[in-house]
């Protein structure tokens, strides 16, 4: 099992930029990729950005060249930086965990809100 705990988020003005952090623990040698999901209510949720254990990275489209996806490995801990904030990225953004051995499965945090307004 892997346990995994976002912080930061909250309210934004538009062009504003903001960070949201995950942290996980428990079967973390298990992990093979980790990312950030959004969600807006009656909507599905998608990918924003994903990290493998590798490094390799992987953006969304439609934030491309404003959003960041890092990883501090001892602190087993994945940042998503969020610059140039535009009000469509508003939704709930919820941390991932993927694992494909022994069985795949992912994993969710709670989320966070984020809210890009005026």
């Known amino acids: 099992q892997v346990q995994l705990v976002e912080s930061g988020g909250g309210l934004v003005q538009p062009g504003g930029s903001l960070s949201v952090s995950c942290v996980a623990s428990?079967?973390?040698?298990?992990?093979?990729?980790m990312g950030w999901y959004r969600q807006v209510p009656g909507q599905e949720r998608e990918l924003v950005a994903s990290?493998?254990?590798?490094?390799?990275?992987n953006y969304a489209d439609s934030v491309k060249g404003r959003f960041t996806i890092s990883r501090d490995i001892a602190k087993n801990t994945v940042y998503l930086q969020m610059n140039s904030l535009k009000p469509e990225d508003t939704a709930a953004y919820y941390c991932?965990?993927?694992?494909?051995?022994?069985?795949?499965?992912?994993?969710w945090g709670k989320g966070t809100q984020v809210t890009v307004s005026s």
């Open positions: 990290i493998t254990r590798g490094g390799k990275t």
């Open positions: 428990g079967s973390i040698f298990r992990i093979s990729g």
């Open positions: 991932n965990a993927h694992q494909e051995r022994p069985v795949e499965s992912d994993y």
